[in-house]
Each structure stands twice: as C-alpha cells, then as structure tokens.
C-alpha cells in the first residue's frame, strides 16, 4: 500500500484533480490517536501528504446568496 500512495504522491504533486472521499476514508481507517503505536504511520502520512495537494485544487464555494 505504501508504494501505491507514493505513486499517487506523485500524481497529485503534478496537480491532477482526483476525488478525495476515498482518501479520508483511508486517513479515518489508519489514523491512530494513542501516541505509542505506529500502526499505520506511513499510510497515515503519504494519505495527508496527498491530501494536502489535491484540496487546494477543489475551492470552496464561498460566495452566499
């Protein structure tokens, strides 16, 4: 799984749009709060890693009616 999220790192680097619910699914499933495991360290940070490059790419609607 890491190799998989390193590649799609280096997909969102380049700024391609992909969807993002598959992703906080994986970051909900891996995510740890206990500070003494690293079970899922790595897919935790490749996951927020990927996300941190895709969400600028999908603004928010800000302006209200």
């Given at each position: 799984?890491?190799?998989?999220?390193?590649?799609?790192?280096?997909?969102?680097?380049?700024?391609?749009?992909?969807k993002t619910k598959s992703l906080w699914k994986l970051l909900n499933a891996f995510h740890c709060p206990t500070p003494n495991t690293y079970m899922g360290l790595t897919i935790t940070r490749l996951t927020l890693l990927c996300l941190s490059n895709i969400l600028p790419l999908h603004p928010k609607d800000?302006?209200?009616?």
């Amino acid at each position: 799984m890491d190799k998989l999220l390193k590649c799609l790192l280096k997909v969102t680097e380049k700024k391609m749009r992909i969807k993002t619910k598959s992703l906080w699914k994986l970051l909900n499933a891996f995510h740890c709060p206990t500070p003494n495991t690293y079970m899922g360290l790595t897919i935790t940070r490749l996951t927020l890693l990927c996300l941190s490059n895709i969400l600028p790419l999908h603004p928010k609607d800000t302006q209200k009616n």
